[in-house]
């Protein structure tokens, strides 16, 4: 997967645009590195505090993300992707490394 993200990086300063919405980005980070403080998720999505913290709301609210309390340190919590959404992560891994599934073109040929 994190080949994936990596070329996903370089095709978005290849062509300017982003192709992942920040909670995508988020999401994806958090699928790599597991358990992760809200600051440097902050620093991922490079929002301002404000914006971060409506995308960290949102994320939560959908119940896509969890923060528990850090062992090491109470007074910081960790964020991590939902069980549900780390299946649904491993699904696209599976179907990545399998070579992404659908080759260019059989997409439109499957309906003829």
Avoid: C, W
């Avoid at 070329?7 to 062509?15: A, F, K, M, S």
């Avoid at 192709?19 to 991922?44: D, H, K």
């Avoid at 959404?85 to 997409?107: C, H, I, M, S, T």
């Amino acid at each position: 997967m994190k080949t994936v993200v990596r070329e996903i990086d370089r095709l978005e300063g290849e062509l300017g645009v982003p192709l992942f919405t920040v909670e995508m980005e988020i999401l994806a980070f958090l699928y790599e590195n597991g358990p992760t403080a809200s600051r440097l998720l902050m620093g991922v999505s490079r929002l301002s505090p404000a914006g971060f913290h409506i995308v960290k709301k949102r994320l939560r609210d959908r119940h896509l993300i969890f923060g528990e309390k850090s062992s090491e340190d109470t007074r910081q919590t960790l964020y991590d992707i939902a069980p549900s959404v780390r299946a649904q992560f491993d699904k696209l891994a599976v179907l990545v490394g399998n070579g992404g599934g659908l080759r260019p073109g059989e997409a439109a040929n499957q309906g003829a």
